[in-house]
Protein backbone atom coordinates (compact mmCIF):
# COMPACT_ATOMS: atom_id res chain seq x y z
CA UNK A 1 0.00 0.00 0.00
CA UNK A 2 1.09 3.66 -0.75
CA UNK A 3 1.93 6.25 2.30
CA UNK A 4 0.33 9.68 2.29
CA UNK A 5 1.51 12.88 3.44
CA UNK A 6 -1.72 15.15 4.92
CA UNK A 7 -1.80 18.70 5.48
CA UNK A 8 -4.50 21.04 7.34
CA UNK A 9 -3.25 24.76 6.57
CA UNK A 10 -5.03 27.85 7.28
CA UNK A 11 -4.50 30.49 4.39
CA UNK A 12 -5.84 34.16 4.21
CA UNK A 13 -8.18 34.87 1.53
CA UNK A 14 -6.39 37.62 0.14
CA UNK A 15 -3.46 35.23 0.04
CA UNK A 16 -5.07 32.52 -2.03
CA UNK A 17 -3.31 33.51 -5.53
CA UNK A 18 0.53 33.56 -3.46
CA UNK A 19 -0.72 30.26 -2.25
CA UNK A 20 -1.53 28.59 -5.71
CA UNK A 21 1.63 29.73 -7.14
CA UNK A 22 2.93 28.13 -4.37
CA UNK A 23 1.20 24.99 -4.40
CA UNK A 24 1.76 24.45 -7.82
CA UNK A 25 5.54 24.70 -7.29
CA UNK A 26 5.61 22.62 -4.59
CA UNK A 27 3.53 20.25 -6.76
CA UNK A 28 6.03 19.78 -9.77
CA UNK A 29 9.27 19.82 -7.03
CA UNK A 30 7.26 16.67 -5.19
CA UNK A 31 6.52 15.14 -8.37
CA UNK A 32 10.09 15.54 -9.64
CA UNK A 33 11.47 13.97 -6.86
CA UNK A 34 8.98 10.88 -7.15
CA UNK A 35 5.70 11.54 -5.23
CA UNK A 36 2.72 9.60 -7.33
CA UNK A 37 0.19 12.41 -6.96
CA UNK A 38 -0.11 16.02 -5.04
CA UNK A 39 -3.64 17.22 -4.31
CA UNK A 40 -4.75 20.76 -2.39
CA UNK A 41 -8.67 21.74 -2.25
CA UNK A 42 -9.30 24.63 -0.83
CA UNK A 43 -12.81 24.01 1.59
CA UNK A 44 -16.07 24.75 0.47
CA UNK A 45 -18.67 22.62 2.34
CA UNK A 46 -17.20 23.11 5.77
CA UNK A 47 -18.68 24.02 8.84
CA UNK A 48 -17.36 24.85 12.37
CA UNK A 49 -18.34 22.17 14.46
CA UNK A 50 -19.26 21.77 18.45
CA UNK A 51 -16.42 19.99 19.47
CA UNK A 52 -14.27 19.65 16.67
CA UNK A 53 -13.72 20.36 13.18
CA UNK A 54 -11.62 21.53 10.24
CA UNK A 55 -11.86 25.33 10.97
CA UNK A 56 -11.18 24.68 15.11
CA UNK A 57 -8.32 22.25 14.00
CA UNK A 58 -6.50 25.50 13.03
CA UNK A 59 -7.91 28.25 14.93
CA UNK A 60 -9.69 29.58 11.66
CA UNK A 61 -9.71 33.05 11.89
CA UNK A 62 -11.66 35.33 9.78
CA UNK A 63 -10.87 35.93 6.08
CA UNK A 64 -9.37 32.93 6.54
CA UNK A 65 -9.88 29.51 4.30
CA UNK A 66 -8.88 25.95 5.09
CA UNK A 67 -6.93 24.37 2.47
CA UNK A 68 -6.96 20.20 2.68
CA UNK A 69 -4.01 19.04 0.84
CA UNK A 70 -2.00 15.49 0.49
CA UNK A 71 0.93 13.61 -1.07
CA UNK A 72 1.01 9.92 -2.27
CA UNK A 73 4.31 7.75 -2.35
CA UNK A 74 5.12 4.29 -3.18
CA UNK A 75 5.93 3.72 0.25
CA UNK A 76 7.27 5.21 3.66
CA UNK A 77 10.58 5.10 2.58
CA UNK A 78 10.17 6.75 -0.71
CA UNK A 79 8.54 9.55 1.37
CA UNK A 80 11.37 9.81 3.61
CA UNK A 81 13.89 10.22 0.67
CA UNK A 82 11.88 12.78 -1.41
CA UNK A 83 11.10 14.92 1.65
CA UNK A 84 14.91 14.71 2.37
CA UNK A 85 15.69 16.35 -0.94
CA UNK A 86 12.63 18.77 -1.16
CA UNK A 87 13.71 19.98 1.96
CA UNK A 88 17.12 20.88 0.43
CA UNK A 89 15.70 22.23 -3.29
CA UNK A 90 16.43 26.00 -3.39
CA UNK A 91 13.40 26.61 -5.29
CA UNK A 92 11.96 26.26 -1.87
CA UNK A 93 14.16 27.81 0.30
CA UNK A 94 12.48 31.01 0.91
CA UNK A 95 9.40 29.02 2.08
CA UNK A 96 10.84 26.12 4.37
CA UNK A 97 12.13 28.66 6.50
CA UNK A 98 8.27 29.71 7.28
CA UNK A 99 8.97 33.77 7.24
CA UNK A 100 7.66 34.10 3.55
CA UNK A 101 4.89 31.34 3.40
CA UNK A 102 1.33 32.77 2.47
CA UNK A 103 -0.33 31.32 5.65
CA UNK A 104 0.76 30.72 9.31
CA UNK A 105 2.83 28.18 9.33
CA UNK A 106 2.54 27.33 13.37
CA UNK A 107 -0.99 26.59 12.76
CA UNK A 108 0.09 23.70 10.01
CA UNK A 109 -1.41 20.36 10.80
CA UNK A 110 0.71 17.59 9.24
CA UNK A 111 1.15 13.88 9.30
CA UNK A 112 2.37 10.72 7.71
CA UNK A 113 -0.29 7.95 6.85
CA UNK A 114 -0.63 4.45 6.57
CA UNK A 115 -3.09 3.76 3.81
CA UNK A 116 -5.50 0.65 5.10
CA UNK A 117 -8.17 0.89 2.07
CA UNK A 118 -8.10 2.28 -1.71
CA UNK A 119 -10.32 2.05 -4.44
CA UNK A 120 -10.99 3.16 -7.65
CA UNK A 121 -14.24 3.09 -9.19
CA UNK A 122 -14.73 2.37 -12.93
Not at 80 to 98: H, S, T, W, Y
Request: aromatic share 12%; glycine share 6%; with cysteine.
Amino acid sequence: MNYVDGFIVPVPKKNLPAYRRLARKCSKIWCEYGALEYVETIADDVKSGKHTSFPQSVKLKRGEVVVFAWIVYKSKAQRDRINAKVMKDPRLADMVDGKNAPFDVKRLIWGGFKMIVKVYSS
